[in-house]
């Protein structure tokens, strides 16, 4: 049994979703932001086990093909591996305009993210 600890099922995100559910904010942004938390949480997994020799889309690939294995379908691969990578720029850009490394971002950051989108 693997001594790592599992990124997508700690206590963080535990009390990540906690703050979430205490926002005054409507139900489907706090949807938009439960999602948000996990694809950062999953983007920080493959950032820490990525080394120089594979980029970030091909890491995100290699998740999203380990994850899909169980249900041996492709199109579900092939969503979620967009989806990611989607999000992922969302989230570089967040990081860029806040001056703030991607795997620094924290849930507070993607509450700004959300609110912004609120306001347009």
Same mark, same amino acid.
């Not at 205490?22 to 999953?42: A, G």
């Not at 594979?54 to 999203?64: G, H, N, P, T």
């Given at each position: !049994?693997?001594?790592?600890?599992? #990124? ?9 979703? *906690? ?6 904010? #409507?139900? !489907? ?19 820490? *086990? ?71």
């Amino acid at each position: !049994m693997s001594n790592q600890i599992d #990124p997508l099922n700690n206590s963080l995100n535990i009390q990540a979703i *906690k703050t979430i559910d205490q926002l005054n904010l #409507p139900i !489907m942004q706090k949807h938009h932001l439960r999602i948000l938390f996990h694809c950062l949480v999953i983007l920080r997994a493959t950032n820490d *086990k990525n080394d120089s020799t594979i980029s970030e889309e091909d890491s995100l690939r290699e998740w999203c093909n380990k994850q899909s294995q169980q249900f041996n379908d492709q199109k579900f691969n092939d969503l979620l591996y967009d989806q990611l990578v989607s999000t992922s720029k969302k989230l570089k850009n967040l990081s860029l305009k806040l001056k703030k490394n991607i795997n620094d971002l924290d849930i507070n950051d993607l509450i700004i993210l959300v609110s912004e989108n609120q306001k347009k």
